[in-house]
Every structure is written in structure tokens, then in C-alpha cells.
């Protein structure tokens, strides 16, 4: 399907450039949007690659990766049930979507990349996606996000009084889309054109060793001893963040703006929270926490420089479109019938871009703000959507591309689904809410 939509967005923009003599502004953004996609998406995402998948090796090394994989298996096995039980894909999906629970968006895209690589080793097809990295996709492109920070932060900088109001509905938006996705990616896994062709037998494996371990080289070599200073250590930071977590707190009632300043601190705190925790674990576990942080580093660069001519393809469709007029062409088609629907055509704009570009997608809710005020229901119902919603085909190009998928099967599809579902019920909560 991406092949389709990748086509179509590029010939529907040279068409239309050239029946509105925008040619030269879609030539423009071709190639503004090959020099975007490396120099302001792909090297920026190397660098927090590196720093992300080097904590990864150490997560998986000192053992916390699979500690978390057995914790939650009975839950994630019912959604992922060709994953093997113990996996390291499993730790790296539930870090990945505790990082998109929190809107810590640098840190869940290297932890999801760091996943999709393990579930690739369990792929007995490589170049096309298997029904768990369909599965981790519409959980992604539908994440539920308890704190969308950026969205709040551009609330507040817009003046809003509430910025923190759309906590509420988002929360209720993205379970919808949450639900939305994975209902849709487990239905359409099995239809005529999705389903996989049945693989062969495999032959036995030559040891029961073979058989229990999916993949040996994944598993962490053997730990000796503990060093006792380093969970003082553990004891001691968390003790640290629990007090500058209360301080901000007690700040913010005293100033009547409790749940904004929790929501901020929060934020705030989870990445170096996250951070420390991880290196004393793996100290605490006798890592050797520096040689292998490297090792991580690089694996986090070479998988950078794998997604960018990914990246390359989809920023350049999308810009060309854009260009082209392509966003205004659908609001205008669009708008008459949705107006019918109860559904505000000025929020159309919005719904249509935040599938494609992220930064686009901030840049026409910013016009909402000024339009129509940060704390109107139009600019709550824009705040809800992107809150509940993400740059879906951002993250199937990244995603995919990472470990060489080129047929996405049905993960478009469910990731669209989910969007569609999210907005609808952004507005609808948005009315029952703030009218």
C-alpha cells in the first residue's frame, strides 16, 4: 500500500502543479524536502539513536530487558502471540511504549527501531512486515499518550489559561484510537491480500538448548556478583526524583496550577529518571557499562543511516503535495460534507497533515491558536487530535525502513483507521467536554 500512496502523492503534485502553475514551488520542495529529511530529521535521529540504543545494550545486557519481558508476558503475549516467550522484542516494545505513554518521542523512536530489529530476527520473510511488526505499528501510530507535552507547551506559550485541559481528552481520544488500531490490525491480518502465505515446516532444531533461546546472540552473557554500593546508589536517586517530583508539586498548588506543573515535572524528570536508572542497573549488575554503551552507540548509527533513504522518499512525496496545493485541494472537497457531519471544517487542515508531517502538523494548529484563540473549542479540539493521534506515516517509513520492509501489508491501513477514529473522537469528547 505504501508503494500506492508514495506514487500517488508524487504524480497528484505534478499534476496539480502544473494545472495551478505551481511546478516551480513543487520542484522547490523535491528538493527541500530531500535536504529536510537528511540534514534536519535523519542526522538529528542519528545522534539520539546512538544514546538510546547504547542504554538499550546496557538494558539488555544486565538483564533488565528480559526481566520486563517476563513480567508482562501474559498481557503481551495475547497481543503478540508469535513473539517467543522471554524475547528481547518484548522488553524493547514495552520500553518503547512506556516512552509514548509519557510523550518522550526521542526516546520511543530508538526504543521502537531497537524492537523492530528483534522482532525482524523472528521474521521468516524478510521484506515483509510479519503480523507482530503490524501489531507494534497500529500501537504506535495509535499509542495512548497520558502527557502530550509538546502540545501543551504550545498552548501555554499561546496564552492559554487551561493549556493542561486537554489532558482529559486526549486520554479518552487516543484509548479510542488505541482500541481503533489493534481491533483493526488483528481483523485484517487474515483477509485475502494481508494474510501471509503459509511457511513450511521448519525442520527440528539440532538441540533443546537451540529451541529455547530464539536467538542466543540476543541473550546477555553471565553476570558474577553484585555491587552493593551501586543499588544504594539506585536507592539514592530515586529517593532524589521523588523529592524534586513533591517540591514542584507543592509549588504548583501553591500557585493553583497543580496538574500543569505535575505534568510538566514529569516530564521533565522521566529521561533522566530513565537514564540513571538504567546505567546503576547495569552497574549494579557488574556491566561494564562504558565498552558496552559504545557497542549500542554504533548499532544506534548504522541504524540511522539505514532509514535515510526512507525518510528521503516519504518527506519529499509529502512536501511536493503540499506544495502542489494538494492539503487545500482535500480541505475544499472535503469541508461541504463535513460540515454536514457536525464536524468543523476548519480543523480539517489539521486532520489531513498530522498523518504526514509532524512539524507541519504543529505549524497549522499554531494558526488555529492565533485564529481562533488557545483556549476555544476549535483550538481544544486541535489540541486533542494531535494529542491523540501521530505522524503515522513518519513512523511506518522510519519503522519499516529500518530493518528493509518493503511490503507493509495491512499496517497502513490500521495506522489510517486509528488516525481517523482519534479525530472523530476528538471532536465528539471535545463537545461533550468544553460546549
Known sequence: ???????????????????????????????????????????????????????????????????????????????????????????S???NFSANMLGLANAATPLGLKAMKE???????????????????????????????????LLAAAGSKQPTAI?????LATCVANIVGITSVKLLQSVPGFALAPMPAPSLPASSADAGDPDPQAAPSPIA???????????????????????????????GNGIASVAETLSLLAIPAMMSFIILFALA?????????????????????????????MLVAVKMFRAAGGIDWLTDMMSSTLAALNFPPELLPLALIRPLSGSGAN???????????????????GGTLIGSTETTFYVLAVYFGSVGVKRARHAVLAGLLADIAATLASVLVCRMVFH
Open 363 to 381: 505549524g497549522v494548529f499554531a494558526d488555529l491558536l492565533k485564529t481562533h484563540g488557545p483556549d476555544s473549542l476549535i483550538a481544544r479540539m
Open 93 to 95: 516494545m514495552v520500553m
Open 119 to 153: 522482532l525482524e530476527r523472528l521474521n521468516p520473510r524478510p521484506g515483509t512486515a510479519t503480523n507482530a511488526m503490524c501489531t507494534f505499528l497500529a500501537i504506535n501510530t495509535s499509542s495512548i499518550q497520558l502527557i502530550p507535552a509538546s502540545t501543551i507547551a
Open 285 to 313: 549488575r557488574n556491566v561494564r557499562v562504558y565498552e558496552e554503551f559504545i557497542e549500542g552507540a554504533k548499532e544506534g548509527f548504522e541504524t540511522g543511516v539505514r532509514v535515510i533513504p526512507y525518510l528521503v522518499a
Open 225 to 255: 556478583g553484585h555491587r552493593r554500593w551501586a543499588w544504594a546508589l539506585i536507592v539514592a536517586m530515586a529517593a532524589l526524583f521523588v523529592w524534586m517530583l513533591a517540591r514542584n508539586l507543592q509549588r504548583g498548588l501553591g500557585s
Open 1 to 91: 500500500m505504501l508503494n500506492y500512496i508514495w506514487v500517488g502523492l508524487v504524480l497528484t503534485a505534478v499534476i496539480m502543479g502544473g494545472i495551478t502553475d505551481h511546478l516551480k514551488e513543487v520542484t522547490a520542495a523535491a528538493f527541500d524536502g530531500g535536504r529536510s529529511a537528511v540534514m534536519d530529521l535523519a542526522l538529528p535521529l542519528i545522534g539520539v539513536m546512538a544514546i538510546w540504543l547504547g542504554l538499550m545494550k546496557l538494558a539488555d545486557r544486565s538483564g533488565l530487558v528480559q526481566a520486563i519481558a517476563r513480567c508482562l508476558h501474559p498481557v503481551l503475549s495475547r497481543l503478540f502471540p508469535d513473539v517467543p516467550k522471554g524475547h528481547p522484542a518484548m522488553g
Open 167 to 171: 489532558l482529559g481528552t486526549a486520554l
